[in-house]
């Protein structure tokens, strides 16, 4: 094949550009910087990335039927915070309060969703307020320290090696399966796509506007609940702001692995590696060793060069 | 005069009335909240009462504008936060130097234009997102803001405190200027593509409205009102803060929104944004006044906002119904 021909199916294809871009930084820091390319390293960013990752799992939903969701960061700090609060004594393993936790943070996603959609408040504005409605919820319940997590449960998601491979990153792998289903194989993710392209069309086909909206806003909670308790495992400790970084990369994941911000138009598959391009970023940055200042310089600079490569709308 | 529905007059007066139709509701929402602020203070209607309020309104009112400039001419900016704050520190480490306050001033200035102009050429010929764009950009505008002042400090002269923050309502009288200046731009050609190309991008593109150059521009005027913002916090606090301005991300949008702007371009009207982030400042200080812990304000924003934007869409329900 000529080398004209691979990189035109590059560009035709956003996952497998970043795809391609993630292995082509990884060869390249593995090469010249030392320790990069160990396993224990490599498996220590994907088992960032797993979080990233399964945030922008909702985020790749709600933008692709063209909305937003700027709560994730305040659903995992909620989520962090409650289940230690919420998990009974009597029960040992834990199950109860993760069940529970999930449960608030899909209810706080479906009144996303049902702000939209029968308040007719846009995404941003809605998702907007809850995520200054929570932060204020949250300092009155939790009063601003820090809590301990003594759940089994979510310590042994923090921690567990199920042969070898973290348990974060065996969540990650179940929740891409079912999300790359929910969007190619079942006709839920049809109807969510086409909402996003043209949500007139969508309804005069037949889709039922506001069951899909609501169904994706509470799918996009739920996971953004499942990232907390990940975060809130690795961490042993919940509180306020915990999850205020993963906001902006979860955006960022989603629109680096090509999907479009503008809805109907992408896939989870190019999130997945956006998010693994995201934290080996970082951490290549923290390799550098600068001042915050530089620190952040460098990360804005970066996504701005990635999405020129793969985050450009389609000519007018 | 004449006033037959030919004339221009007319027409324009027409128009006007058109464009202020979905604000009434606002208006009176806002009316209702100065009333009842002034009721709970009424130092209000004092000279000093009235600056210490406009000015807690003024640095809101200006990033509104910027905002609605922006969601107007279909971009939006996630940055307005960051670059707030850096015109705050740009402010207080160049009025130290040898050039002075007014050096200090055009060095704001710039920092503003150059920085929104920036923005705006990577949207506008990159064909970037302009969320995206703003996204990666607050993060470089943070970094920037922490690298020229790593913490809170920096040097304010107290004459210009004391001109801008006084007890004279001097930022009144600032608004009332930059709102003037904001009508005569709107006659401009440019001024009146900032709205063609927000409501039809190609349709302004085959009328010979220069799309890219408006855009370009719209940010470059955006960035100025964002950092002039920044001027006048530093000059409220007296210092320079590079994390001060992140609250005025959020409120600026929730001020346009509530103001009736929309996100997809076209719609709404600056008169709207400045009464939207009237309503938002009454509000704040009203909570602030009743003795509410800053932590309440946040969950009552919250409600307030979706309130204030739900409140008109049922309002024309029931006329229809």
Partial sequence: MKAASITRILFRNPPLLTLALVALVWIVAGATLRGFGAVGHLRYILELSAIIGIVAAGQTLVILVGGIDLSVGAVITVTAILLPLISPDWDSTGIVGVVVTLAVAAVIGLGNGMGQVYLSVPAIIMTLAMATFLQGLLVLIAGGSAVSVTNEAVIWLGSARPFGVPASIVVWILVAVAVLIIIHRLPFGARLLALGANPLTARLSGVNVNRTTLAVYALAGLFSGVAGLLVLGMNRQGYVGIGDPYLMTSIAAVVLGGTSILGGRGSYAGTIPGAILLVTTTALITVVNASPGWRSIMFGSLILALLLISGREAQR | ?321
């Avoid at chain 2, 993060?139 to 020229?148: H, N, Q």
């Avoid at chain 2, 920096?154 to 004279?168: K, M, N, R, T, V």
């Avoid at chain 2, 210092?239 to 929309?262: H, Q, R």
């Fill in chain 2, 1 to 321: 005069m004449n006033l037959s529905p030919s004339s221009p007059r007319w027409l324009y007066l027409a128009i006007q009335r058109r464009r202020n139709r979905g604000l009434n509701g606002l208006y009176l929402v806002v009316a209702a909240f100065l009333i009842v602020y002034a009721i709970l203070f009424p130092g209000l209607l004092s000279i000093g009462g009235f600056s210490k309020f406009s000015q807690n309104w003024f640095p809101l009112a200006l990033v509104t504008m910027a905002q609605a400039l922006l969601m107007l001419n279909g971009g939006i900016s996630l940055a307005i936060g960051p670059l707030v704050s850096l015109g705050a520190v740009v402010a207080a480490i160049s009025m130290g130097g040898p050039a002075g306050a007014f050096g200090g001033f055009v060095a704001v200035v710039v920092a503003g234009l150059v920085i929104g102009a920036l923005t705006g050429l990577i949207v506008a010929y990159m064909r970037l997102p302009a969320i995206i764009v703003t996204l990666a950009g607050s993060f470089i505008i943070t970094g920037v803001a922490l690298l020229l002042l790593p913490r809170p400090g920096g040097y304010i002269p107290d004459w210009l405190s004391q001109a801008l923050a006084g007890h004279q309502p001097t930022a009144f009288a600032l608004l009332v200027v930059i709102l003037i200046a904001w009508k005569l731009f709107l006659a401009t050609p440019t001024g009146i593509g900032l709205y063609a190309v927000g409501d039809n991008p190609v349709g302004a593109f085959r009328s010979g409205v220069p799309v890219e150059r408006i855009r370009v521009v719209s940010f470059a005027i955006s960035g100025l009102l964002t950092a002039l913002a920044g001027l006048f916090v530093a000059a409220q606090t007296g210092s320079g803060d590079p994390v001060i301005g992140t609250s005025f991300t959020l409120n600026s949008m929730a001020g346009a929104v509530l103001g009736g702007v929309g996100f997809l371009g076209g719609k709404g009207t600056m008169r709207g944004a400045i009464a939207g982030s009237l309503l938002l400042s009454v509000m704040i200080n009203v909570m602030f006044f009743l003795g509410f812990p800053p932590v309440a304000q946040y969950v009552a924003q919250g409600v307030i906002i979706v309130g204030a934007v739900a409140i008109p869409v049922f309002a024309s329900r029931w006329r229809k119904a």
